[in-house]
């Protein structure tokens, strides 16, 4: 998937391209591995997905046979070899999610770690 655009807007790129290496798209395929149907509290099934994923596109269609998945996580729409084959070309679109899943730590954004200074503290 690298490398992810933190903005999604940058002119001089493929739109289907930037939505999809992006930050928004990695974040909502690790929460689908986390907390998805499918996925949630299945650890070993994840990493067998991985390992699937390594070997290619044809491990991929075998491993959903064997786990009874209809399709992996969509990532785009435009990309309808990712939830099939987990491949798009010579791209994957899950490997790098997964690697990530165990470690990464979504921060809050809504929430402010310090307040704000006022214009009277700033002058």
């Known amino acids: 998937m690298r490398p992810l655009r933190l903005d999604t807007t940058e002119k001089g790129l493929d739109t289907t391209e930037k939505e999809w290496r992006s930050w928004p798209v990695f974040i909502k395929i ?13 650890h070993n099934k994840v990493k067998a997905l991985r390992e699937a994923l390594r070997k290619g596109e044809k491990a991929v269609i075998g491993f959903r046979r064997v786990y009874s998945i209809d399709a ?5 729409e435009d990309y309808t070899s990712f939830p099939e084959q987990g491949w798009q070309g010579d791209r994957c679109g899950y490997f790098d999610a997964i690697e ?6 979504e921060l809050d954004t809504t ?8 214009e009277q503290e700033i002058a």
């Open 100 to 105: 990530a899943m165990d470690r990464l730590i």
């Open 30 to 42: 690790v929460k689908a591995f986390k907390e998805g149907e499918a996925w949630r509290n299945r």
């Open 72 to 76: 992996l996580p969509t990532i785009h």
């Open 111 to 118: 929430r402010s770690l310090a307040p704000r200074p006022t």
